[in-house]
């Protein structure tokens, strides 16, 4: 069986508590919290990782990503004891099921500074994996003649264009998101 390796991407804030505690853990990356989620490149870790931070789209943002290696044993093991699943798609990688304690395997990491995405970009990658995406649609928020991402059924499929989609997360990231409105543009699986 050949060695692995994976990436996972991280803000500030989130890496020093990784560093703290020496442990990646299925909750911190959100619903259904039953893994640890790793992708085969660092781009694609960065581009996952956009959902975590919206402020990505208009600023400049550091990220820190956590290159995880397993040697072919682990890995044997890891797969002999149901903690390590293959994803195949559109962003390839793997899932470590439960806790994953980081002095047990061979971790670098990185650091990279990148410019603002765009709202369009950010909207893309953070909306259209769990939203429907009209490329010619009008948003509810603002009225624009636009690309559209559609809402939840809660939300009776109502259209948002990235603009608005991206205040909203900002507010809500902010704890200012009122329950009305844009509805909440996180109700997927993040990673």
Known sequence: ????????????????????????KPKMFGAPFKYVPFVDTITNSITKALITCPQAANNATDWYILKVMMSPEQVLTAFQEGLLGKIIGDTPGWRYYGDMPLNAFSIELLHISI?????????DNVLSCGHEHRTKGVCTGCSASCSTWLASV??????????????????????????????EAMETDSH
């Open 115 to 123: 410019g603002p995405v765009g709202v369009e970009m950010w909207a």
């Open 1 to 24: 069986m050949p060695s692995l390796e994976g990436y996972v991407a991280f803000i500030l804030e989130s890496i020093l508590k990784v560093k703290e505690e020496g442990v990646l």
């Open 154 to 183: 809660r939300y009776d499929h109502k259209e948002y264009c990235a603009s608005c989609w991206h205040k909203y997360v900002m507010k809500k990231k902010e704890g200012l998101a009122q329950t009305e409105g844009v509805p």
